[in-house]
């Protein structure tokens, strides 16, 4: 059984007021079982905002390994028809294993035909938004990971996504390894919030975030955006 789950959740609509200028700007939220969380709170924190529309699309148990699974440039290239100002996107904390290439070939996680063949994966994803319209590109990192062999997959896959955001206009790479490791680089369920609150951000399973962490994180995506598009 196929352990995946597409879930297109319904985009929350927020209709302009009598006589505001201009539609709703369209934002898609879209990644991994590491966004399902993430995007309730997005919807939560923006659904007031009238000049906002967010469509979030959530594909569980998938990245960019698998398009077999699921094609994120394809279904991508289809959601951004709309043309949507902006895209959200968090990814990857399954994507640490084998690739297969357009050829048949197999590049064996962490060597270097691995990382060429991913880093091509997530320039079509790019490319696809940017050919579709979408103003700005949010690529939200990975955070530390408990395991160490998915902490050393994560920081790889930062890397390769960084170096390709900065390849397209338009395209930002948002660390968020300072927000939830008090000591980046090292795995924490907790951080320290002002006045010296000490609050659990990960779930038990060291690779999701809990409620209140999906909360930090999605207020995090929302002050980028109002930064780019969104005053």
């Not at 991994?32 to 939560?44: K, W």
């Not at 084998?98 to 079509?124: C, D, F, H, I, M």
């Not at 896959?157 to 397209?168: D, P, Q, T």
């Not at 990960?202 to 690779?207: E, F, L, M």
């Amino acid at each position: 059984m196929r352990r995946w789950m597409m879930a297109v959740i319904g985009a929350v609509a927020c209709a302009t007021s009598a006589g505001a200028q201009g539609a709703a700007r369209e934002v898609l939220v879209c990644g991994d079982s590491l966004m399902q969380t993430v995007s309730r709170s997005i919807v939560r924190q923006l659904s007031s905002n009238p000049s906002v529309k967010i469509t979030p699309i959530v594909s569980i148990g998938t990245g960019l390994a698998r398009p077999d699974v699921f094609d994120w440039p394809a279904k991508l290239r289809e959601a951004a028809a709309s043309r949507p100002a902006a895209a959200v996107i968090l990814l990857g904390a399954n994507d640490g294993q084998n690739l297969r290439t357009a050829s048949g070939a197999v590049a064996a996680n962490g060597t270097p035909e691995w990382e060429r063949e991913y880093a091509g994966r997530v320039a079509s994803v790019l490319q696809a938004l940017k050919q579709a319209g979408v103003g700005h590109i949010l690529w939200v990192g990975l955070p530390d990971m408990r395991d160490s062999k998915l902490h050393d997959d994560a920081q790889r896959i930062n890397r390769l996504v960084r170096s390709e955001c900065g390849r397209v206009p338009g395209a930002e790479f948002f660390d968020i390894v300072p927000l939830f490791s008090p000591k980046p680089g090292t795995f924490s369920s907790y951080i320290i919030r002002s006045g010296g609150k000490v609050v659990q951000v990960r779930a038990s399973d060291g690779i999701h975030f809990n409620a209140e962490g999906a909360d930090i994180l999605a207020q995090a995506i929302r002050e980028q955006l109002e930064a780019k598009l969104l005053k």
